[in-house]
């Protein structure tokens, strides 16, 4: 079974670029999470889906960040432009059910350095 | 508001000598409990869950976990740690308030070194 993919691994920008992240869940898992790891942090939720609707994204930071997730498949999580603390590994994951009750399957992640 | 804490950034430990890593919350009633391991360069993996029942649970590659309600606490443990142990450990709650329901919440981990 493939597990969640995610690109590019890495990307380099400078401040007030935009990149994008992509991520692809597990085939038939409903519930995908973008998540935001600061070195010598533990993860921290920016937006959860489920299906093609936004469950949760309470922490996203809505002035430069965006996601989408337009066919309940695949998502794309943007920033737009990026600040000197945007720098982090950005992680999907994806379940079958909720957190609550289910396993996340997390990518290898997405580092970005902004310079 | 919900918190995991795990007191200890970072733990050395032999190969082939038992490890232990912290993990304490704060939370009203029971919790919904995870360790997840992250290996360098790779995403986070279940190591175990807790929802209820046996408060001591069994996990993947040897680790069990024991919760205890009168500490608040969900610590990990393995008896013998094999050099392929080195990693960084997260303990996680599930949210269970209203405005943030289901939502997997992380401690800041903990870095576990394994020498010869």
């Known amino acids: 079974e493939a597990g969640v993919a995610q690109s590019p691994r890495y990307k380099i920008i400078e401040k007030r670029q935009s990149v994008a992240f992509w991520c692809n869940p597990i085939?038939?898992?409903?519930?995908l999470y973008w998540y935001q790891q600061i070195l010598g942090q533990g993860p921290k939720l920016l937006i959860q889906?489920?299906?093609?609707?936004?469950?949760?994204d309470s922490q996203l930071p809505k002035d430069r960040f965006s996601a989408e997730r337009l066919k309940g498949v695949d998502s794309t999580l943007k920033i737009q432009p990026a600040k000197l603390e945007d720098s982090a590994v950005y992680l999907c994951?994806?379940?079958?059910?909720?957190?609550?009750?289910?396993?996340?399957?997390f990518g290898e992640g997405s580092r970005l350095t902004v310079l | 508001a919900q918190s995991v804490t795990q007191p200890d950034i970072h733990i050395t430990v032999s190969e082939g000598a038992s490890l232990e890593l912290r993990c304490n919350y704060s939370?009203?009633?029971?919790?919904?409990l995870f360790w997840y391991v992250q290996s360098p360069g790779q995403g986070l993996q279940l190591l175990l869950k807790?929802?209820?029942?046996?408060?001591l649970v069994q996990g993947i590659k040897g680790f069990e976990a024991e919760f205890k309600r009168s500490q608040s606490s969900f610590n990990l443990r393995k008896p013998s740690v094999h050099w392929s142990d080195a990693a960084e450990y997260f303990c996680a709650v599930v949210s269970m308030t209203t405005d943030s329901w289901g939502k997997l919440q992380f401690g800041s981990g903990t870095q576990v070194v394994v020498t010869p």
């Open positions: 807790y929802f209820s029942g046996d408060t």
């Open positions: 939370y009203g009633a029971t919790p919904y």
């Open positions: 889906f489920q299906n093609n609707g936004v469950v949760d």
């Open positions: 085939s038939g898992h409903a519930t």
């Open positions: 994951a994806s379940s079958f059910g909720l957190a609550a009750t289910g396993e996340l399957f």
